[in-house]
């Protein structure tokens, strides 16, 4: 129940190649950053100067079926690793951003997804990651620890289930990662 409130599964989602996923994003990987630059935040603007983890997006049941790409700042390097990566340090981030893509062919920025592993004592129910959520449009959903903390309470809550043993990280599928 919390999961469909807080991630709305997207109706009719397309199911298309990975290549035209590809090529959907490449033509809107601009305008999707800078709907999400409207936070005033540089970070937003900056991340898809990041290393890229996805090689085509993929889409995801978890974030309600939106098509999503993996991208992780050069402190999570380590991330190239997948379920190998061990404990990532802090100052790293991950970002997801996102989009949809219906049968009808209207296609729409979904939200921007991050995890950033703050120092150890930092409260959260996932490890020492805080998350953000950001709307399409750049306001923020919400910030563990931060401003309306219960939006992104089913992200932690969602990411513990990964455990320690994984830093609380789930990896793309296999047949999208970027090797």
């Known amino acids: 129940e919390r999961e469909n409130t807080l991630h709305p599964a997207i109706a009719d ?10 090529e959907i994003y490449q033509a809107i ?3 999707v ?12 603007f900056e991340y898809q100067h990041w290393k890229r983890f996805t090689r085509a997006p993929y889409r995801s049941p978890n974030h309600g079926e939106r098509f999503v790409n993996h991208y992780a700042n050069a402190t999570a390097r380590e991330y190239r690793k997948y379920e190998n990566a061990g ?9 997801k951003d996102s989009f949809t893509v219906t049968k009808q062919g209207q296609v729409m920025t979904g939200p921007l997804f991050m995890m950033e592993k703050m120092p150890k004592g930092f409260r959260s129910l996932a490890g020492n990651w805080r998350f953000m959520m950001l709307r399409p449009d750049g ?41």
């Open 33 to 44: 950053r800078d709907n999400y630059a409207r936070s005033g935040d540089p970070l937003f």
């Open 13 to 22: 989602p397309a199911n298309i190649s990975p290549i035209r996923a590809e």
């Open 29 to 31: 990987r601009n305008q």
């Open 87 to 95: 404990a990532l340090p802090a100052g790293s981030i991950v970002i």
């Open 139 to 179: 306001a923020t959903v919400g910030l563990t620890g931060g401003a309306n903390d219960g939006a992104v309470r089913f992200c932690a809550e969602c990411h513990a289930k990964a455990g320690a043993a994984h830093d609380y990280l789930y990896f793309m599928p296999d047949e999208a990662r970027l090797r």
